[in-house]
């Protein structure tokens, strides 16, 4: 899988949906990545957009104190929101990330981007954009190696 060129079909799916001046933001640690490479793309066509990352382990439910509830650096009231993320799988970090940009402000909408959906979802929550689905079983691992964090672009499942 050549993953920059996932992003940037990702990135063309973005502009081409009705969203405008949309806020990207990245679920640490590898979609904070993937959000400023799809950022970048989204530069290269002049479009207009934001970028912030989201600290989302205050809000998980399966956490105990981590820390304060904090906000968003850039204020996603009114805006149109995109979560990206490496892989989707059950969907309880997407849940902590929605609690925390709805913590920071009332969006227009919230939407999904992801490099890999593995499907498994224990919570209703999809994304609307998918780089690669991999129907996986539970027990299988998908991992995701960036340049920026692995010195390496690579999905392996195992």
């Known amino acids: 899988m050549d993953i920059n060129k996932t ?7 973005i502009i081409e949906t009705d969203i405008v001046n949309p806020l990207l933001i990245g ?7 993937l959000a400023k490479r799809i950022s970048s793309n989204l530069d290269s066509f002049n479009y207009s957009h934001d970028l912030d990352t989201v600290n989302y382990k205050p809000f998980r439910d399966d956490l105990e104190n981590e820390g304060d509830k ?3 650096t850039i204020n996603p ?8 993320d490496d892989v989707v ?7 902590a990330s929605l609690e925390a940009v709805i913590f920071s402000g009332r969006a227009k ?6 490099l890999i959906d593995r499907g498994h979802r224990e919570l209703p929550i999809s994304p ?13 691992y998908v991992s ?15």
């Open 128 to 140: 609307k954009f998918i780089g690669k689905n991999i129907p996986t079983s539970e027990s299988e």
């Open 109 to 114: 909408s919230i939407s999904v981007a992801c």
């Open 89 to 95: 799988f059950t969907g309880r970090t997407l849940r």
């Open 70 to 72: 904090s906000s968003l």
């Open 144 to 158: 995701v190696y960036l340049e920026e964090v692995d010195g390496k672009d690579e999905v392996v499942v195992s």
């Open 27 to 33: 679920i640490p640690r590898r979609g904070d990545h």
């Open 7 to 13: 992003l940037y079909r990702v990135s063309k799916e």
């Open 77 to 84: 009231t009114g805006r149109d929101v995109v979560l990206i």
